[in-house]
């Protein structure tokens, strides 16, 4: 099996819970209970407050099986995203891994991705809304401090596609933003559990991601350690399909 590593997960779920061991043991055990050798820690930065380097470096001294990142999730949000920029770049050295995203379009109160949330699209129309969620990518990939681009195509969470939408052309610029930058992308079973019912980002960009020789990391995006390496099955075929052996490892920001 080549999918042994988890490398998006958010055990805060939605709120600051600071880390303990009581938080963050049943996600190693389940690790174990569905063959995932190397696990990301991702909250996203926003609720970085609970983040607690110590208590991962205990963790690790008790697990030595599993091998255990600490990480997070960077976005664009209009609040919180320079200071959670400037909180990477102080704690970089104790960060194994940082995932870029992008859930806000310009001038937005409110994440896109939410289940509410697919006016956002509507009403800018969905032409424009994808155009403006193409350049917050290339500006998150312009700011840096990133290692890898979570789910690439997430505008498309709700199912909604302006009409002419060819996925590979589309991100074709931002794909050879990432390759020049020398990051990763990932590719995130969550799209299978939302309206558009399918992982992100979608076959046509990963096959382009390949021919660019993009590294592509594997991830559930667990909101709560039952989906650790949630839908696993599927992409071990779609793995094979487009050819992908090996997901990409990290540690200490460096691929293995
Ligand atoms: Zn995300
Ligand atoms: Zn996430």
């Known amino acids: 099996m080549h999918c042994d590593c988890d490398y998006h997960t958010h055990p805060q779920g939605h709120a600051v819970r600071p880390y303990t061991v009581e938080l963050l043991q049943p996600w190693i055990d389940r690790c174990r ?12 930065d926003r609720y970085r407050e609970g983040v607690d380097f110590d208590v991962i470096a205990r963790l690790r001294e008790i697990n030595s099986d599993v091998e255990i990142l600490a ?8 609040v919180t995203g320079k200071s959670g ?23 937005a109160s409110r994440m896109f991705d939410g289940a509410d949330q697919s006016g956002q699209l509507q ?16 500006a998150l990939i312009g700011r840096g401090q990133i290692d890898c681009l979570s789910h690439l195509d997430l505008i498309k969470i709700h199912g909604l596609v302006p009409d002419t939408y060819d996925p590979a052309k589309f991100f074709g610029p931002i794909l ?9 992308m990932e590719i995130n079973t969550a799209g299978w559990r939302k309206p558009v019912g399918e992982q992100y980002p979608t076959e046509p960009i990963l096959r382009s991601a390949l021919a660019l020789r993009i590294p592509i990391t594997i991830s559930s995006d ?3 350690y039952a989906q650790v390496a949630e839908d696993y099955g599927k992409l071990d075929s779609l793995l094979e399909r487009i050819g992908l052996e090996k997901p990409t ?3 200490q920001h460096q691929r293995q």
Do not use: C, M
């Not at 994808?130 to 290339?138: D, G, T, V």
């Open 71 to 78: 990480g997070i999730e960077l976005d664009n949000d209009p």
């Open 33 to 44: 209970e569905r063959g995932i050798k190397s696990i990301a820690f991702t909250d996203h």
């Open 85 to 107: 920029l400037k909180w990477v770049e102080t704690h970089r050295d104790r960060l194994d891994f940082v995932l870029g995203s992008v859930h806000y379009l310009r001038d």
């Open 176 to 184: 050879e933003q990432i390759a020049g930058a020398g990051l990763a």
């Open 249 to 251: 490892r990290y540690w």
């Open 123 to 138: 009403s800018l129309g969905f032409e424009r809304a994808y155009e403006e969620y193409r350049s917050q990518l290339e």
């Open 222 to 224: 667990a909101h709560s």
